[in-house]
């Protein structure tokens, strides 16, 4: 894990469910796109049975954050999200000020 | 959505899943106890098919999310957790200094 302090983006969001509608494919592209931005540290994701999607990425700095929502092929993919994907969401931008991390041990 | 700035707390786990373990009980009972501590503000849960967990939970300040990591019943559930119930976890505590949110309009 990175050292604090640096940044997180927490999108939460609830899809729309319909086939054909071209979400997987743009999603798959902006996870690929994402990790060659400069600056990109990372990326966790879950989705659960409600429907309730998480996806966290962490950057190194705010800079960083406001390259990648600039970048021109994001804002398409974010139109489309707005025009067609998504019921709901929320976007927040933190600075990440303190980290921990457990990992159990191997004979555990 | 409250107005920036506030705080969240990124939990990010996998779960080692054994039966009867206890953990289903302690987690509704740690919600019911995050959702009565001065401060709360909110959350949000997501658990991926692959096992992976997230869950944010918001707070009105450092201060707010201190408390709630200091409460003596929380205390001895995280210390269930690195004995018993997570293979590996990441907390994260993050200042929100930015926030948007998007709902479809009702007739889209």
Redesign the interface.
């Known amino acids: 894990?990175p050292k604090?302090p640096y940044y997180?983006v927490?999108f939460?969001a609830l899809r729309?469910e319909r086939p054909g509608d071209g979400y997987a494919a743009t999603a798959a592209r902006m996870d690929e796109l994402a990790r060659a931005q400069p600056g990109f540290l990372g990326v966790?994701?879950?989705?659960?049975a409600d429907g309730?999607?998480?996806t966290?990425s962490y950057w190194e700095s705010?800079d960083a954050v406001s390259a990648w929502a600039a970048n021109a092929e994001h804002l398409l993919a974010q139109r489309m999200?707005?025009d067609e994907w998504?019921?709901?969401?929320?976007?927040?931008?933190?600075?990440?000020?303190?980290?921990?991390?457990?990992?159990?041990p191997e004979s555990a």
């Open positions: 894990m604090p997180a927490v939460t729309r966790e994701s879950a989705r659960g309730l999607g998480i966290v705010a999200g707005r998504y019921q709901w969401y929320a976007l927040r931008v933190c600075r990440v000020e303190r980290a921990t991390e457990f990992a159990r």
